[in-house]
């Protein structure tokens, strides 16, 4: 049962460093998102995956970059992290692509990155 | 703009106590409404689905009604339990976007 698994749970980085978050899903699903959430504020779309091979930009896309490597992985790099990336990420994954035809998003557990 | 707003932020109630939370939405078209229940140090987990045609839906002892009408939806909790201390999230898809909006979610304590 482990549905989306994301990693690393917890990680540090300095300002100016580089880093990937990792996730894979072993539910077949098609479609796959990287959420950040801030205290206060609601999730919000950073970047998805409709299918094996595409990416997108969501809300906040600035100062990242996103791999499709496979249908089952789908990573997030922060290429010269910034105070303002500090943050909890949540990758998840959908059968289909989007919520408007009731796809359920399955999340993972979670990164807590720290930007001093 | 589409927008979702939760109410109450937060809320503390006493176990075996019921309560009911509030999502208002302008989400145009509308499809559905979803509720997810984060705990703390999670991720969210669906807990129910409602389409246009449907005005109320239960979980257990968790009971959304949707009013299409009036773009409101409210999660009744009966005789809360401390497994029910976690941050509910109403979830809107924006039209045919692959964009849903999400609430800022409403924070539930329940004490014994």
């Known amino acids: 049962n482990a549905g989306v698994t994301q990693t690393p749970k917890f990680q540090v980085l300095k300002t100016g460093q580089s880093m990937t978050l990792q996730c894979a899903q072993d539910?077949?699903?098609?479609?796959m998102y990287w959420y950040r959430q801030d205290p206060g504020m609601g999730l919000r779309l950073i970047y998805y995956?409709?299918?094996?091979?595409?990416?997108d930009k969501g809300e906040v896309p600035n100062g990242y970059n996103v791999s499709r490597l496979n249908k089952r992985e789908f990573s997030l790099r922060l290429e010269s992290a910034a105070p303002s990336q500090t943050s909890v990420y949540f990758c998840a994954s959908s059968e289909g692509t989007g919520t408007a035809s009731g796809n359920t998003i399955y999340f993972g557990e979670g990164s807590w990155l720290t930007v001093v | 703009k589409n927008q979702v707003e939760q109410s109450p932020q937060s809320l503390i109630i006493l176990e075996g106590k019921n309560c009911t939370l509030q999502c208002n939405y302008t989400v145009s078209p509308f499809s559905n409404l979803r509720w997810y229940k984060q705990d703390t140090g999670r991720g969210p987990v669906s807990l129910t689905i409602m389409t246009f045609s449907e005005n109320t839906k239960s979980n257990g002892r968790y009971t959304a009604t949707l009013d299409a009408d009036t773009k409101q939806s409210s999660l009744h909790i009966t005789a809360s339990q401390l497994s029910d201390s976690a941050s509910y999230i109403c979830?809107?898809?924006?039209?045919?976007?692959?964009?849903?909006?999400f609430g800022r979610g409403t924070s539930l304590i329940v004490h014994p």
């Open positions: 979830v809107v898809p924006s039209g045919g976007s692959y964009i849903p909006t």
């Open positions: 539910m077949n699903h098609n479609s």
């Open positions: 995956s409709a299918s094996e091979g595409t990416t």
